[in-house]
């Protein structure tokens, strides 16, 4: 499974941008997609899941902020990040889940100006 994501860049606080990540080489169906972030100097934290059935769960960070949800049709998951802060800012891994193997995208630079 290769993941491609996409849609990162520079706000301000505030203001809102969109993920996507797609997934491809899927030999059967992707189970739960999902997003992580890692802020310069932390651990990886979890920011938001999808599952294929469509609920969904959040960090309590970014809940009412955050709307992730999938195309299945595409095997794409998208987080839309609206009312943006800087302690958002961080580097967003996308996942997918086929059976019990977990692949990561390569993250994309999320950057929020106070």
């Known amino acids: 499974v290769q993941l491609q994501a996409s849609g990162g860049g520079l706000v301000q606080a505030g203001g809102s941008l969109r993920l996507s990540c797609a997934a491809s080489r899927t030999p059967i169906s992707v189970n739960n997609m999902g997003w992580y972030r890692q802020a310069p100097g932390k651990q990886r934290e979890f920011v938001a899941r999808?599952?294929?059935?469509?609920?969904?769960d959040y960090a309590d960070s970014v809940k009412g902020r955050f709307t992730i949800s999938r195309d299945n049709a595409k095997n794409t998951v998208y987080l839309q990040m609206n009312s943006l802060k800087p302690e958002d800012t961080g580097v967003y891994y996308c996942y997918a889940d086929v059976i019990t193997s977990r692949s990561w995208g390569q993250g994309t630079q999320v950057t929020v100006s106070s």
């Open positions: 999808v599952i294929r059935g469509g609920s969904t």
